[in-house]
């Protein structure tokens, strides 16, 4: 079983959600990124979304572009992301982490080598924000065959014939969007979310996490009652931005950022 | 035997040309572009559709646009005749509204009520504000900062047509920033918004529609060159910049194989400095704007800023239809220097009394290299795409000589 099935389903059978936060690798600079790992998982974070910075994250809000500018200054490149994960493995063998980006620089390195060396380095799974199924039967396999999860996103305008053809190429959990628009937008509505996972569940038993719009305590554990875990990242990232300049204050005002939200999904889970 | 495909059974199903192309988005957009795709098959079959479509491009567009054979251009250069097809003379000054007046319709159709636009030289963007202004749609048109300095007068048109301009600072502030922003607004606001492609890419099915609303140049090409020429000409050629202009002329033609294309590339300040807009001569495969196609990137996979001094066709990535064409080798691809497109620029000016745009300027520099070489029997067709009154002030301003 994957290293993301086992804490799901550790959680699962805890009656816990997962909270999975998302930061930008090499935002501000490419040797802050494990430290923010680590303080991550002392917060409370079950799995990691690592973000490769792109040029062109057209699926991204204001907040992650940014991000995605600020690590591109140093050229955090896909190679020296894998890198930060093993350098992040030697100390943490447990929390899962999932590479998250966009398809030009995995290509560009090349599938099959991008694999192995995800692989190696501890790489849990890979999700693709511009590769959706349509394009993926190439892509998939190779991911799968190196033992790496293949996260898939869906969205509110996902048909039940695409949930099911996004389950059946996928594992570790399925992505649900919780909203029409980009990362960082704040129009988040827990009832449709609560209905629309509720359709994804009657389609398939892969946990189903969400994320867009979750940006505190409330938020966090407003969705986690109505899905299996929640993704937060430019809540944080705009914690990064915002004191970009104090670098040695990041990880801790990270760590500030996440607890509360870890704090009152459990109370929501026992309550 | 080496038989040539079927040019018109592409794209596939998938929206692919061969390697080429595909729909590479984020989720939120799949099944409204599958809708989109369903919807433009049912419609290009429907004759109430396209008598409407041929009416605006008749009646408001000005179509068919002339074919004109210019004779003193073709002296000063000697050898093959230089006719020019000239999109320059459409309602707004360029081929983009053959695109935008069909695009538009589609919205109508599907019962949207707001257009959203990119736009690099601002052609596009004053195509799709038109277009809105006539049909009584919203409109909102994304461009780079960087254009809206280089391209003041086209951001003014868009303004006194009721458009909302909004200017882009992320990135390299230029036309692939303007149409990520672009696709974030209509990920946003997709239940009532259509998003107007300005050129042949994007993901499936905006190749294939934007070609098909460009087609109308090379079919009117075809008889016109038979009515004036007597035959179908030796050669044809056309900027590239997405792509738009090219397609839609090169597309009807492409079973002809007596008939060569050149597609020309903005080689900026020349392809060995680096500093150019040419991804079919110097870029590689790739995936951009949701399609793959060659791409101008670094060996991290990330996409690098270009440099043209024609802002329409300052883009890294290039239509997928094209990636293929150059792949199958029915077309061939190539660059010619800002130089070279402003000496042509000037030439043609000075010698037929029209002023062509800085994008189509590249187009007549790469006929002007080659008409030399060939007997005054052959017949070269340039598409003239579009008027260069938009590019006054840059070519004042690289010339030094003040406006204000
Ligand atoms: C006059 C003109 N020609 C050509 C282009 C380049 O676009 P395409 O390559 O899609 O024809 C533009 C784009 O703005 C333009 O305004």
Known sequence: ?271 | MNVPPDYSAFPDTRGHFGPYGGRFVSETLMEPLRRLEEAYLRLRKDPAFLAELDDDLKHYVGRPSPLYHARRLTQAWGGAQIWLKREDLNHTGAHKVNNTVGQALLAKHLGKTRIIAETGAGQHGVASATIAARLGLKCVVYMGIEDVERQSPNVYRMKLLGAQVVPVTSGTRTLKDALNEAMRDWVTNVDDTFYVIGTVAGPHPYPMLVRDFNSVVGRELIWQTRDQIGRLPDLLTACVGGGSNAIGMFHPLLPFPDVRMVGVEAGGDGIETGRHAAPLTAGKPGVLHGNRTYVMADEDGQIIGTHSVSAGLDYPGVGPEHAWLKDVGRVEYTSVTDDEALAAFHELARAEGIIPALESSHALAYAKKVAPGMASDRHIVVNLSGRGDKDIFTIAKREGISLT
């Open chain 1, 1 to 271: 079983m994957s290293r993301i099935s086992g804490v799901l389903d550790g959680l699962r059978a805890k009656q816990r959600k997962a909270l999975i936060p998302y930061i930008t690798a090499g935002d501000p600079h490419p040797r802050l990124t494990v430290g923010f790992m680590h303080a991550l998982v002392q917060a409370g974070a079950d799995i990691i979304e690592l973000g490769v910075p792109f040029s062109d994250p057209m699926a991204d809000g204001p907040v992650i572009q940014l991000a995605c500018e600020r690590a591109l200054v140093h050229r955090t490149s896909l190679r020296q992301v894998i890198g930060m994960v093993a350098e992040f493995r030697r100390t943490d063998a447990r929390t899962p982490v999932v590479l998250m980006g966009y398809l030009n620089p995995i290509e560009s390195m090349g599938l099959e080598r991008f694999a192995q060396a995800a692989r190696e380095a501890g790489v849990d799974g890979v999700l693709v924000v511009d590769l959706a199924v349509e394009e993926a039967p190439e892509f998939s396999p190779v991911l799968s065959q190196a033992g790496l999860d293949c996260i898939f996103l869906l969205a509110p305008t996902s048909p039940p014939a695409r949930i099911a053809a996004a389950a059946k190429l996928a594992s570790g959990y399925l992505y649900y969007v919780s909203l029409k628009g980009v990362t960082g937008a704040a129009t988040l509505d827990v009832a449709s979310v609560a209905a629309k996972v509720a359709e994804i569940r009657g389609i398939t038993r892969i946990p189903v996490a969400v994320g867009f719009g979750i940006r505190d305590a409330q938020s966090a554990s407003a969705v986690a009652a109505v899905s299996d875990g929640v993704i937060v990242g430019s809540a944080l990232v705009a914690e990064i931005e915002r004191h970009q300049n104090e670098p040695e204050r990041l990880a801790g005002l990270l760590r500030d950022k996440l607890a509360p939200m870890r704090a009152a999904m459990d109370a929501g889970a026992v309550g």
